[in-house]
């Protein structure tokens, strides 16, 4: 059971180029979201997605999409990536609350 | 105003030392509270997890609501270099699918040995 996993671990990025995180759960859990944390910045939720099929924003969901390709996973792209967007990115899920996965590392030069 | 106030500390306690982490609020219709766990450079892991007012205990942890203050605390007992971490206070007024959690933005938490 590993429960909550994202790749990759970390990316480089030039401003413009593209790239898509990916998410998975095995949980079974209805609900997924994606989040970045900044220094002095906290949690941020970008977007989440309550049940499959289903997506909506959050607080910071500027230069950002995603797809909630089934039950089990959930993606965000970057269309074109920008220095504002190098971050640490986790993505969770929940029924109850939310585990989180171990964070991709992106750093856009 | 945030919704949700933690100090960011850090906090520096000796090992064996009982620890007090705390988080204030400011909307009364939070009745979900969570306490998170987060080491250098990994996810933060779920610690938690108490609806509305009371203590709930957990090993060397208790987690305590006071909705009538609008405060919420976690004692660590008998405190351990390996709880060295970054502990994060979450709230949420539902339950339901797809809520949205409100997050603070963490203590640092060292123990020294």
């Known amino acids: 059971n590993a429960g909550v996993t994202q790749t990759p671990k970390f990316q480089v990025l030039k401003t413009g180029q593209s790239m898509t995180l990916q998410c998975a759960q095995d949980?079974?859990?209805?609900?997924m979201y994606w989040y970045r944390q900044d220094p002095g910045m906290g949690l941020r939720l970008i977007y989440y997605?309550?049940?499959?099929?289903?997506?909506d924003k959050g607080e910071v969901p500027n230069g950002y999409n995603v797809s909630r390709l089934n039950k089990r996973e959930f993606s965000l792209r970057l269309e074109s990536a920008a220095p504002s967007q190098t971050s640490v990115y986790f993505c969770?899920?929940?029924?109850?609350?939310?585990?989180f996965g171990p964070g991709t590392r992106l750093l856009v030069l | 105003q945030k919704e949700v106030e933690q100090d960011p500390g850090p906090l520096s306690v000796p090992e064996g030392a009982i620890v007090s982490l705390n988080c204030t609020y400011s909307n009364s219709a939070f009745q979900y509270f969570m306490w998170y766990r987060q080491y250098s450079r990994k996810g933060p892991e779920l610690l938690m997890y108490t609806y509305s007012s009371g203590n709930k205990e957990d090993g060397r942890f208790t987690a305590q609501v006071d909705k009538s203050s609008k405060y919420i605390s976690l004692f660590i007992r008998d405190s351990q270099p390996s709880d060295s971490a970054t502990y994060l206070c979450a709230m949420s007024e539902s339950s339901n699918s797809g809520y949205a959690l409100n997050f603070g933005k963490g203590t640092s938490l060292l123990v020294t040995p």
């Open positions: 969770a899920s929940s029924e109850l609350a939310q585990y």
């Open positions: 949980m079974n859990h209805n609900s």
């Open positions: 997605s309550a049940s499959e099929g289903t997506t």
